[in-house]
Each structure stands twice: as C-alpha cells, then as structure tokens.
C-alpha cells in the first residue's frame, strides 16, 4: 500500500479521505490470449490513502464478484510496488498509469467507480496481465547498454561534465512501463515477432539511445544505434503526437529526446552519404 506521504498531492489532486469508502471496481477480463474478453464488476472497502494495487490485492482474496458471484482471482502485474519497476502499468478510467502510484482518492469517479482495462498495445496473457516483451525487444534494437566486458578491472572511466550526468540521470529512470507507447498513435498492437523490427520502435527506446549514446563509453555503439533509428520503425515514423510525454510517470523529456536523436540521425546519414559507408 503506497501512503500519502509517499506520494505528496499534486495542484488539483483530491484530498485523501480520512475514512473507509466502498469503491466499484469495473474490469475488464480475459482468461487466456486469445479469448473474448468481459466485464466483471467488484466492491471494495477501501483504507484511507489505498492505492489501485491495495485493492486489486483485496479483489484477488475475496474473489466474489459485486453480485456474489464466485469468479477466479484477476490477474495482474507488479513488483516493486513504488513506480521504479513498471511492471503493474494499465488503464484506469481510460488512461495509461502505473497502479501502484494511483490513489484511490485522485482516480476514483464521481460515481464511485474506477474501470481497469489491460494495455491495447501488447498481447494480453490474462486479464490485466499483459506481454510486453516487444518493448523490451526494442531496447535490444538500439543496443541500450554501455559495451564494457566487466570480467576484469578497467581502470578509471572517462571523466564527463556535472551537466550530462544530470540530464542522462533522468533519462535513466526509464523504467519500460510502456506508457508512452500504449499512448502513441504511431505504436500499434503487433503480436508477429517476425514484424516488429520494421514497425516503430517507440519513444523509450529513442530516448535510450540517446542515454547511451552521451554515455562516454557507451557512446562506442552510437553509429549502430544512429543506424537502427535511420531504418524502417525508426525515428522518422515518429508522428509527433507528443502524447508521450504527457503520460510519462517519471516525466521524462521524451520528446526533447526525439528531436536529439533526430538531429542526430540527420547529421549520421550525411556523413554516410558522403563517406559512402
């Protein structure tokens, strides 16, 4: 359960309540890949500063539907349960978050109700579960990570300015909860593995590379990833909708990011032209 403390309130969020609440729990279910899908409706007495993964917790003990129908336990995703491990992202009342960082108080309707839906972008495994395995795939597109064989001492690393360090932390709090592509209208749902080296690759994966590629070491692969985002499902299939940016948990400048990146995979493809590599 994550408390107010926590997670401070922000301009125009609600204040938490003070006591217990009944709050209606709309989702939507599936119970393999593949299937129909349904809905299911579910009370909850709700603990003052609860979050949505307090309460899918409760929904999975009782497993009673809001009409007392015996139903099998919703499946979800999650981890660390403090928004570092991105694992418990989905759809609550039609926006992309992760649940573990949504309070019941900021999200709940009007009515009392709170719809979760799994992400439309990624194959669903069950329920609210889905595979984002195509997310991770593209973070091995651009080769995100610094190329050193850590099996021996290397010595000290090249010395960088306090002002990289800053911008390359924020973007290291990427956390691939794949918000940003559940957003994108350029990220469409694609479940053929063989597809999704041509289709586009997605802004966490543009703004990786550029983390790395001002990494002084890992700066090592930058033509390779320049290369990836030249490609088919690079970064000119970007449509600039911005929508990333705009759910992006950990505020990261997704779309400064792009425009880096864009700039620089113009800069690469001259030098290429004219080398002719």
Request: net charge neutral; glycine share 8%; with cysteine.
């Amino acid at each position: 359960m994550v408390s107010d403390s926590a997670h401070p309130q922000r301009p125009g969020q609600r204040p938490a309540s003070s006591t217990n609440r009944s709050v209606r729990f709309r989702i939507k279910r599936q119970d393999r890949p593949g299937e129909g899908a349904r809905w299911e409706d579910f009370v909850v007495d709700v603990e003052p500063g609860a979050n949505v993964i307090a309460c899918l917790q409760q929904i999975a003990r009782l497993s009673k539907t809001a009409e007392g129908k015996a139903t099998t336990p919703v499946c979800y995703d999650s981890g660390c349960l403090e928004e570092v491990c991105g694992s418990c992202a989905m759809i609550i009342n039609g926006k992309v978050r992760p649940s573990c960082s949504a309070l019941i108080d900021n999200v709940v309707g009007e009515d009392g109700t709170i719809t979760l839906e799994p992400l439309s972008k990624f194959p669903v495994v069950r329920d609210l579960a889905v595979d984002r395995s195509r997310a991770f795939h593209n973070l091995e597109r651009v080769k995100a990570w610094v190329p050193v064989d850590g099996t021996y001492h290397l010595g000290a690393g090249p010395k960088d300015t306090p002002e990289n360090q800053e911008m390359r932390y924020t973007l290291s709090t990427c956390m691939t909860c794949a918000c940003c592509l559940e957003a994108c209208p350029q990220f469409n749902l694609e479940e053929n593995a063989d597809k999704w080296d041509s289709e586009f690759i997605g802004a966490h994966a543009i703004s990786q590379a550029r983390l790395f590629n001002t990494h002084p070491t890992g700066a090592t692969l930058a033509n390779e990833r320049l290369d990836v985002l030249m490609a088919k499902g690079g970064i000119n299939d970007c449509g600039n909708a911005q929508n990333c940016v705009k759910v992006c948990p950990k505020e990261i400048p997704l779309t400064e990011s792009i425009a880096a990146m864009g700039r620089a995979v113009t800069v690469h493809g001259v030098k290429k032209f004219f080398s002719g590599r």
